[in-house]
């Protein structure tokens, strides 16, 4: 009960639609043509645009087409001319044999909007057949004894054509015992019988042959003969009578071969031969000939041929029955041929749009017809397609369907559609037709490039060869054809100052990024620049992705050294008093590098000396510092060389040479507090030597220490590290016991640092002075 409820609002729906569009093409009303039968092919039937109201550009604009019942091409539409021309030569009785008249029925379909114009081509026919009966001789047997009067039944001859090109008459040659009169049957077909209109004589003419010839009614007319051989007999006074005059069957068209139809029984009243009967159509066509067998014996009528409803539904047989004395009876049998379904229905396309544009809105995508050959509800059908498509069934007028879209479809989540039309007729058991169609969505620009990371960190060593492939940026697009075919390039960079027309390249086809020269990372540490993806579709479409290049560090730089300055005239020379103690801090080597990281790692190494066990220099920090007790053999004057070494793969180095200058009269070897040098300042008269001395060292202290600054902040201003205005940063993170990290700034050992890149220098000087004799 669901199931029909759910049928009979579609019915309803359906039915609608069909009032709807019998309305809107009311105003064409069916037309019928005519032409005659053997008419060449090309020639004019209609001007079917003129019947129409259309233009003749209109007919080619709205795509009309020619749709017959039986699918044959027997006619075809210009839409040049709007002109109706035959396409073949027409043979009226193979296209509808005995029925008449001869209706071609055919549909003038157009779209856009969508249109049936229904017409019928009756096709007149001509007289190109003859007569012609079934034997070349008939016999007749006929009493002596029959009165004038006696009428006899006569074979009728076959005439392919109808109306008036049929038979019309017959006539039989002269002679002096009978003439033929020409009958009707209730359909109007003509038959003959033969009259007899003067007694028979048997022992004066025992035998007779005449000539019995059928005319049709054609200009000119044509004619059939065949030969009356009739036998005098002795007399025979009762003829076989039929049980019943008309028989009705009904034969269902899936009989089998060979099945028993109707059974036809006479009797006859007379003995012997005169009561023997014999049984034979009195009239058969050649379609029933080939599909009916009588027995002459027992009256059966059997099937020799399998039947088809849909091609004849019923067949009207006249049997007679003549006994041994030349008597016969006769009698009719209408056979109707019920129809079974054994015909599936049919889907015939129109038209077909394949591939159809994603994001399109609703778009016909197909235009069909369906039928069913059968009748009743064996002739009703449905129509369907699978519910998890994005496909419509609209139903329209004559049994055509239009398949369209339901929404916009996605080429990136399915580019291809296989549609199944299921059509099911409603007859026991159903039938149904499966018809496949496969529709291709074609694609629209709708997807952007994407890049596989929103921003790409590349690490290039300086020093670099120039045209070095540095890293790959890569973006896809879901899209297909050109518009997935992705193209690179380098975006204006948001800072002016940014060379990077001159730092970097991108290969348009597949995103290498190359380095246009030799990167300098004291220079230049890192930069960072946007590239664009966009395709090849119309409008095109783009996206973007940041880049970021870090510059590592390459140990190209050398230490060097701060202090004690090796450029000037005089060396600088280091006192030491001979009373210092093991572990007194000399003087102390300050280096910086260039580089960074491990590259700027620094260690000390006392790689020659005057006196190999007296000196030590610290690896760590540069502090150069006595390893024993001095002694009276000691030199005094002695010479250090101090190498300075990065920790760079391979490492590179600096040598510093180191003049020190043993002295007497320290009274200790480390300084005394302030306040104990302000009172023995206080207490003791100054010595003028003793003054002398101090103002000259302290002003050549004083331009030592200018001169060591003007060449620090020269010195790093001009290589454009990362230190700016002059100052020095101390770097994160730890670093190993025995190095100094001095990357680039002159950045000291933890233990020590110094403001302004400058090294304490006159409080050392100053603790020397003190140790001086007063």
Known sequence: MEAGGERFPKQRQVLILFILLGVAFAGWESRRYSVMEETMSGTLVANLAKDLGLGVGELAAREARVVSEDNEPRVQLDLQTGELILNEKLDREEMCGPTDPCVMRFQVLLKKPLGVFRAELVVRDINDHSPEFPEREMTLKILETSPPGTVFPLKTAQDLDVGNNNIQNYNISPNSHFHVSTRSWGDGRKYPELVLYKELDREEQAELRLTLTALDGGSPPRSGTTQVRILVLDVNDNAPEFAQTHYQVQVPENSP??????????????????????????????????????????????????????????????????????????????????????????????????????????????????????????????????????????????????????????????????ITITVTDLGTPRLKTEHNITVLVSDVNDNAPAFTQASYTLRVRENNSPALHIGTVSATDTDAGANAQVTYSLLPPADPHVPLASLVSINADNGHLFALRS??????????????????????????????????????????????????????????????????????????????????????????????????????????????????????????????????????????????????????????????????????????????????????SSLFLFSVLVFVVVRLCGRGGAARAGRCSVPEGPF???????????????????????????????????????
């Open 257 to 418: 071969v060979g099945a028993l139809i109707v059974k036809v029984s006479a009797r006859d009243l007379d003995t012997g031969t005169n009561g023997e009967i014999s049984y034979s159509f009195f009239y058969s066509s050649q379609e029933i000939s080939t599909t009916f067998e009588l027995s002459s014996i027992s009256g059966e009528v059997r099937l020799i041929k399998k039947l088809d409803f849909e091609t004849i539904s019923s067949y009207e047989l006249y049997i007679d029955a003549s006994d041994g004395g030349g008597l016969s009876g006769k009698c009719s049998v209408s056979i109707e041929v019920l129809d079974v379904n054994d015909n599936s229905p049919e889907l015939i396309i129109s038209s077909l749009t394949s591939p159809i544009p994603e994001n399109s809105p609703e778009t016909e995508v197909a235009l069909f017809r369906i039928r069913d050959r059968d009748s009743g509800d064996n002739g009703r059908m449905t129509c369907s397609i699978q519910d998890e498509l994005p496909f419509l069934l609209k139903p329209s007028a004559e049994n055509f369907y239009t398949l369209v879209t339901n929404g916009e479809l996605d080429r990136e989540i399915k580019a291809e559609y296989n």
């Open 736 to 774: 190993p016991g025995h190095l100094v990290d001095v990357s680039g700034t002159g950045t000291l050992s933890h233990s020590y640092q110094y403001q302004n890149c400058s090294w304490k220098l006159p409080s050392l000087l100053e603790g020397k002075l003190h140790r001086l004799p007063s």
């Open 519 to 700: 990167l300098d990372y004291e220079a230049l540490r890192a930069f960072e620049f946007r590239v664009g993806a966009a395709d090849r579709g119309s409008p095109p479409l783009s996206s973007q992705a940041l880049v970021r290049v870090l510059v590592e560090d390459d140990n190209d730089n050398a230490p060097f050294v701060l202090y004690p300055l090796q450029n000037t005239s005089a060396p600088c020379t280091e006192l030491l008093p001979r009373a210092a103690e093991p572990g007194y801090l000399v003087t102390k080597v300050v280096a910086v590098d260039g580089d960074a990281g491990q590259n700027a790692w620094l260690s000390y190494q006392l790689l020659k000396a005057t006196e190999p066990g007296l000196f030590g220099v610290w690896a760590h920090n540069g502090e150069v510092r006595t390893a024993r007790p001095l002694s009276e053999r000691d030199a005094a004057r002695h010479r250090l060389l101090v190498l300075v070494k990065d920790n760079g793969e391979p490492p590179l180095s600096a040598s510093v040479t180191l003049h020190v200058l043993l002295v007497d009269g320290f009274s200790q070897p480390h300084l005394p507090p302030p306040e104990a040098e302000a009172e023995a300042a206080a207490a003791a008269p100054a010595d003028p030597l003793t003054v002398y001395l101090v103002v000259a060292l302290a002003s050549v």
